[in-house]
């Protein structure tokens, strides 16, 4: 298995108490920790606005970091998961991922995806299309990247895109960059992965990882693609404690905190997305969940530690005790 590492940035109020002045350093400070203990990756989000709530807390934005990161490590492969293809032209977005890999020395993963912050997108002046319109601009916008970076130019007269021999010059370093296609729909986003994704990442709770793979599989048949050609991965909430106590013990603290900050119904809501997950529990209840999905297809898990921003005990447990059992 391979293991990749979410830097704070603001978007899931993890910087919340830190100057601004000062997150940048603690961002960095994270990654290149990241890169000395052996992860293989570091990523970032694609967001404006935090959750579960907009609030005027910090979000930094992805592809700054991005290219920060890029500049600031030399080892570990660096992330977005996942960019929305909406937000940025995807032309332009191809310029932008080449440059920062072109920085990077040839480290970054292009994740992209449909998108689904409404509040941002509308506050944003995007409007908030139809799942089918995200979707199909997904599709196109796709077509336009993998040109402009296996070509050095992009042409396309799409019904949402349109790009007329543009260029992309330098291409990124390995004239194409690896692709990561987000998020489990099934008639349409899972499509568009078994037709273009090198990576795809989708839910990662056992019963919905099978389900996925299974169509997954089914597109590619109908696609002619080599299934086992296309890595699976997922994103994982990570709270680790001695004993079953201990990690309720720390979850009702992140309940608090978020509680000061976006009132407790938000807070309570968004304890879901911890509390009987794969990666919340002892080290070796963790490492056994994880085995699990690892013999389903999961070949590669993205963790997200809600505390490393001012706490890294988490993040040490998981490198020490769950990371050697699955390496």
Not at 201 to 218: I, Y
Request: hydrophobic letters at 40%; charged letters at 20%; one cysteine or more.
């Amino acid at each position: 298995m391979r293991f990749g590492l979410f830097i704070p940035q603001g978007w899931r109020l993890d910087l919340v108490g830190i100057d601004p002045a000062n997150q940048w350093e603690v961002m960095s400070s994270v990654a290149n920790r990241a890169e000395s203990a052996g992860w293989d990756s570091v990523w970032v989000y694609d967001h404006f606005h935090t959750v579960p709530l907009p609030t005027d807390e910090a979000t930094h934005e992805a592809w700054t970091l991005v290219s920060a990161l890029a500049a600031t490590t030399g080892r570990v492969d660096i992330g977005q998961m996942c960019t929305a293809m909406s937000y940025r032209n995807p032309m332009y977005l191809a310029k932008v991922a080449a440059t920062a890999d072109l920085i990077s020395g040839g480290r970054v993963q292009m994740g992209i995806g449909g998108g689904w912050y409404e509040h941002e997108w509308r506050a944003y002046g995007y409007g908030f299309p139809s799942a089918g319109e995200r979707l199909a601009r997904l599709d196109e916008g796709v077509q336009i990247m993998k040109q402009a970076w296996e070509t050095g130019r992009a042409t396309l007269d799409g019904k949402h895109y349109t790009v007329n021999d543009a260029i992309c010059r330098p291409q990124p370093t390995a004239g194409k960059l690896p692709l990561w296609i987000a998020g489990g729909g099934e008639k349409k986003t899972l499509r568009i992965a078994a037709q273009y994704a090198d990576y795809t990442n989708f839910d990662g709770t056992p019963e919905g990882f099978a389900h996925k793979s299974s169509v997954l599989r089914q597109h590619c048949a109908d696609l002619g693609r080599d299934f086992d050609s296309i890595v699976r991965s997922s994103n994982y909430n990570v709270m680790l404690g001695a004993t079953d106590a201990d990690v309720e013990r720390k979850l009702a603290d992140l309940e608090t905190r978020l509680a000061k900050i976006v009132g407790p119904d938000a807070a309570s809501g968004s304890m879901g997305a911890f509390r009987g997950m794969p990666a919340v529990g002892t080290p070796d209840k963790v490492a056994e969940n994880l085995r699990g999905l690892e013999e389903a297809g999961m070949s590669y898990g993205i963790f997200y530690f809600p505390n490393i921003a001012h706490d890294r005990e988490d993040l040490e447990l998981f490198e020490q005790q769950v990371v050697p059992a699955l390496r």
